[in-house]
């Protein structure tokens, strides 16, 4: 018997920190660092900027298929991002932009 539902999955190689730097949507350019931090109970916490201008934007997150659906816990606001992990590279395309991450060990 088939079911039909969403596959709703973790995925352990997710888990962790990831340092990248984020790009800006028109350009292209660097313009900022970032660590992404993903916990085994679904938290999602985006650490950005550097020294006294440090921010941390606090989420939930899900994996289905190949996508992170994320959360925002302050505003609601959902986001999916298609992924991919290979060897200690995290791939996230985020619309039209694609940003890698080194996992933190």
């Not at 995925?11 to 984020?22: M, Q, R």
């Not at 190949?66 to 290979?86: M, V």
């Not at 060897?87 to 985020?94: E, G, H, R």
Request: aromatic share 8%; with cysteine; glycine share 8%.
């Amino acid at each position: 018997m088939l079911n039909c539902h969403s596959q709703k999955k973790e995925d352990v190689h997710l888990i962790g920190k990831w340092n990248g730097s984020l790009k800006d949507v028109k350009t292209g350019k660097l313009i900022e660092k970032i660590i992404l931090e993903f916990t085994a109970d679904g938290k999602f916490f985006q650490h950005l900027g550097e020294g006294n201008h440090k921010n941390t934007i606090e989420s939930r997150f899900e994996i289905q298929n190949d996508k992170i659906i994320t959360t925002e816990k302050d505003t609601g606001e959902k986001a999916e991002s298609k992924y991919t992990i290979k060897n200690d590279t995290l791939t996230i395309l985020y619309e039209g932009i694609e940003n890698k991450y080194i996992k933190i060990k």
